[in-house]
């Protein structure tokens, strides 16, 4: 069975500061990846994910995240947030093979503070 | 940009009542999913659509449960009998080409059950 750990229940920053959230995923067979981000009062949106190829994947609003098989974890990150980048972030994964049913991780309240 | 429409965006019923959650996929899509947030817990998978049936579906999706895609452009999720734990955030998602495509999601239904 696959699972999903986000370490991190609330990471409060500074605006223009560097941001990591983290996340790591457990599975027995290839998965795909993605990060959401959930603004208040509202549905859940797609930031980025990873199928296959590149490790290092880019998002919307300057989010990348890098997916590291041998530490199976998938950590986003953003050099410099603003004000407008708090909000909830959930990582999820897709079994391989599955059609498409995610498995999310608790998720990650960003408070970016000026 | 094209959304996934859900109504109510909260509904408050007795418990044993039934509820029926409404959404409207983006329209060229072929994958419809629901999937549920109890407060402060993960976002879990209930239930997959494709092809007018039931795809895939969780240990949470039993018989109280059911969803139908009435008239082709409405995608509906019934729990009968509700019980108080059924309180939760339902969230009704759409895909062109499920998990590789990544999921639209709708903002949410609020269910709350007295």
């Known amino acids: 069975a696959q699972s999903v750990t986000q370490l991190d229940s609330q990471v409060p920053v500074f605006e223009e500061a560097p941001v990591e959230l983290r996340c790591n995923y457990s599975?027995?067979?290839?998965?795909?990846l993605f990060w959401y981000v959930q603004y208040p009062n509202q549905g859940l949106q797609l930031l980025l994910k990873?199928?296959?190829?590149?490790?290092l994947v880019k998002g919307i609003n300057g989010f990348e995240a890098e997916f590291n098989k041998s530490q199976t974890s998938f950590h986003l990150r953003k050099p410099s947030v603003h004000i407008s980048d708090t909000a909830e972030y959930f990582c999820?994964?897709?079994?391989?093979?599955?059609?498409?049913?995610?498995?999310f991780g608790k998720g990650t309240k960003l408070s970016v503070k000026p | 940009e094209p959304e996934v429409t859900q109504t109510p965006s909260h509904q408050v019923t007795q418990m044993g009542q039934e509820v029926i959650l409404r959404c409207v996929p983006i329209?060229?899509?072929?994958?419809f999913y629901w999937y549920r947030q109890i407060l402060g817990q993960k976002v879990e998978f209930l239930v997959s659509?494709?092809?007018?049936?039931?795809?895939?579906k969780s240990e949470i999706f039993d018989d109280q449960f059911s969803v139908e895609r009435p008239d082709g452009s409405n995608f509906t999720l019934k729990i009968r009998s509700t019980k108080l734990e059924d309180s939760a955030m339902y969230f009704c998602?759409?895909?062109?080409?499920?998990?590789?495509?990544?999921?639209?999601f709708g903002s949410g239904t609020r269910l709350t059950v007295v």
């Open positions: 998602a759409s895909s062109t080409t499920g998990s590789t495509g990544g999921y639209t």
């Open positions: 599975s027995s067979v290839s998965v795909y």
């Open positions: 990873y199928l296959s190829g590149s490790t």
């Open positions: 999820a994964v897709s079994p391989g093979g599955s059609q498409g049913n995610l498995i």
């Open positions: 329209s060229n899509h072929l994958y």
């Open positions: 659509f494709y092809n007018n049936e039931i795809s895939e």
